[in-house]
């Protein structure tokens, strides 16, 4: 069965870290596009971050600088660090598979409130 | 701001169609065949229900399609069940910079 389980989130103080995890099973994560969505609470969803599978990747502009997403193929796992986070970061963040710019596989989720 | 336009609701009742626009730029839905639409009913993950503008994924129903024109692409859903009630967004392609842009989504509604 394929399955995305993402860990890591936390309450975090303004101006904090923390990573994010996104173990994969079922497939191979090195062999896909594997992006982060987040979704701000009761709003849309926004496009984070993407790994591509020849290891450039993207992120969206309200981001860049500040996160990094990595991929370690031996655990079959995606990460996501977060550093300077903003109060505006607060959000459930999906980690998800991409078949030709199609998110078709999600994570259940996982909660980052930034609040002081 | 969301870089898509689609309307904050629809409805429907039960076995009517209802249509969701989605309106982008040619730097998105206009310049790519990649859009996409997503269910999310309250607390879930959202689901992939239509890709490439029109193909539907493995276990979606064949009550849900999708279209495109120029800017605009559409999600249609025939036949309204209740469990269709949820929220729908749709994504496009829209370059290697900015990835994948998302709508603002849509409530829809089953009256």
């Known amino acids: 069965e394929v399955q995305l389980v993402e860990t890591g989130g936390a309450l975090i103080q303004p101006g904090g870290s923390l990573r994010l995890s996104c173990a994969a099973s079922?497939?191979?994560?090195?062999?896909?596009?594997m992006s982060w969505v987040r979704q701000a609470p009761g709003k849309g969803l926004e496009w984070v971050s993407v790994f591509y599978t020849s290891g450039s990747t993207y992120y969206a502009d309200s981001v860049k600088g500040r996160f990094t997403i990595s991929r370690d193929n031996s655990k079959n796992t995606v990460y996501l660090q977060m550093n300077s986070l903003r109060a505006e970061d607060t959000a459930v963040y999906y980690c998800a598979r991409d078949s030709d710019y199609a998110f078709d596989c999600w994570g259940q989720g996982t909660l980052v409130t930034v609040s002081s | 701001q969301s870089a898509l336009t689609q309307p904050p609701s629809a409805s429907g009742s039960p076995g009517q169609s209802v249509t969701i626009s989605c309106t982008g730029t040619r730097s998105d839905v206009g310049g790519y065949n990649y859009v996409s639409w997503y269910q999310q009913h309250p607390g879930k993950a959202p689901k992939l229900m239509i890709y490439g503008v029109s193909k539907r994924p493995s276990g979606v129903p064949d009550r849900f399609s999708g279209s495109k024109s120029g800017n605009t692409a559409s999600l249609t859903v025939s036949g309204l069940q209740a469990e269709d009630e949820a929220d729908y967004y749709c994504s496009s392609y829209a370059g290697s910079n900015n990835f994948v842009v998302f709508g603002g989504g849509t409530k829809l509604t089953v009256l």
């Open positions: 079922g497939f191979t994560v090195s062999s896909n596009y």
